[in-house]
């Protein structure tokens, strides 16, 4: 009795490619989870960087403010207010101050950037 060779042939190439295939699924699994993993550290890296950047940048803004208001102090002594209001308006970034007005101690406004 002869026992043919082709059934036998035909199971291993079958048995292979299901192994195979699973194997592949598997790896291809392990490559999707790993790709996601690197690409959300590197957005948890970018967040934070953009973080520390508008961190930086907003204590330099209320630093500009402090020394404005410095200067506006001072030149409230000198007696030149005006002029001293409309120079921090200017030099303040774009859109960050929309006026900037001193009142005297009853609350009535005694210089204005808008005037």
Do not use: C
């Not at 030149?80 to 900037?100: E, R």
């Not at 001193?102 to 406004?109: F, L, N």
């Amino acid at each position: 009795m002869r026992v043919s060779l082709l059934p036998i042939l035909a199971a291993v190439v079958v048995i292979t490619s299901i192994g195979s295939a699973f194997f592949f699924k598997a790896e291809t699994a392990k490559a999707r989870t790993a790709l996601l993993n690197e690409a959300m550290a590197r957005n948890d890296l970018r967040a934070k960087q953009l973080a520390d950047t508008s961190g930086q940048l907003t204590a330099a803004i209320l630093g500009s403010f402090g020394m404005a208001l410095q200067e506006l102090s001072e030149s409230l002594v000198r007696g030149d207010a005006d002029a001293t209001i409309k120079q921090i308006t200017k030099n303040l970034p774009s859109n960050s101050v929309n006026q900037l007005l001193v009142t005297d101690p009853e609350g009535r406004i005694t210089h204005s950037s808008e005037s």
